[in-house]
């Protein structure tokens, strides 16, 4: 009940393209969802986060969608660049305050 | 307006030896939180402390790790006698006000490997 679980694990896309990655959870009781973004050797940065009464949040090139009813949770990045490339962590945050994290996805954008 | 401090960035001990990572948090930040990355694997929760208290220690191995966030200077996480098994990068987060509904804040993480 405590798992977030993120698809895929590894994702190449092309510069230009749309990078996709989803993330599903059964706790209902979670109630803010955040994206990390992690380069090699560096921590997790935040780089957008959604609460559950909002069904899409846009911040310039990302985007999250939140489906409350089936607990899914998904973010786009739109005209991804190489710069891009870097494991993505979604999470949820518990009653305690702790993150869980899915199980990341590494992207790479090809030139 | 720094960020969360974490040090040493890299630390090498050989089994047995003890292991001390440090964590300043971001100013005005009375909320620290500690997870552990192993290797090819996400972010693991550890241990959730606000000054001088441990709030939720949950995701804390039962023995040889222990954390502490004294009323002056920064959080400790330390490793006694460290194992093979214990080689990860541990990150340290922050937050203003804790809970479910706050943003928490990483550091750079500190490597640790275990000869």
């Known amino acids: 009940q405590q798992q977030v679980k993120q698809s895929p694990q590894s994702l190449i896309v092309q510069k230009g393209g749309i990078s996709i990655i989803n993330c599903a959870y059964e706790n209902t009781a979670f109630d803010y969802f955040p994206w990390y973004q992690q380069f090699p050797g560096k921590g997790p940065a935040l780089l957008i986060a959604i609460r559950p009464d909002v069904s899409e949040k846009k911040e310039g090139r990302f985007t999250i969608s939140f489906n409350k009813s089936a607990k899914q949770f998904s973010l786009h990045i739109m005209d991804s660049q190489p710069g891009d490339s870097a494991t993505y962590f979604c999470?949820?945050?518990?009653?305690?305050?702790?993150?869980?994290f899915g199980q990341g996805t590494e992207l790479s954008v090809k030139p | 307006n720094a960020g969360v401090m974490q040090n040493p960035r890299h630390l090498v001990r050989r089994r047995g030896q003890e292991a001390r990572l440090r964590c300043s948090p971001m100013?005005?930040?009375?909320?620290v939180y500690w997870y552990r990355q192993l290797p090819e694997e996400g972010l693991k929760f550890m241990v959730y402390?606000?000054?001088?208290?441990?709030?939720?220690e949950s995701g804390m191995p039962k023995e040889r790790f222990s954390a502490e966030f004294p009323k002056e200077g920064p959080s400790i996480l330390r490793i006694q006698q460290v194992v093979r098994g214990d080689s990860a990068a541990y990150f340290c987060?922050?937050?203003?006000?804790?809970?479910?509904?706050?943003?928490?804040?990483f550091g750079p993480g500190t490597r640790l490997t275990v000869l």
């Open positions: 402390l606000q000054k001088e208290n441990i709030i939720d």
């Open positions: 987060a922050s937050s203003p006000q804790g809970g479910r509904r706050d943003t928490q804040y």
């Open positions: 100013k005005g930040h009375s909320h």
């Open positions: 999470a949820a945050i518990n009653q305690g305050g702790k993150l869980i």
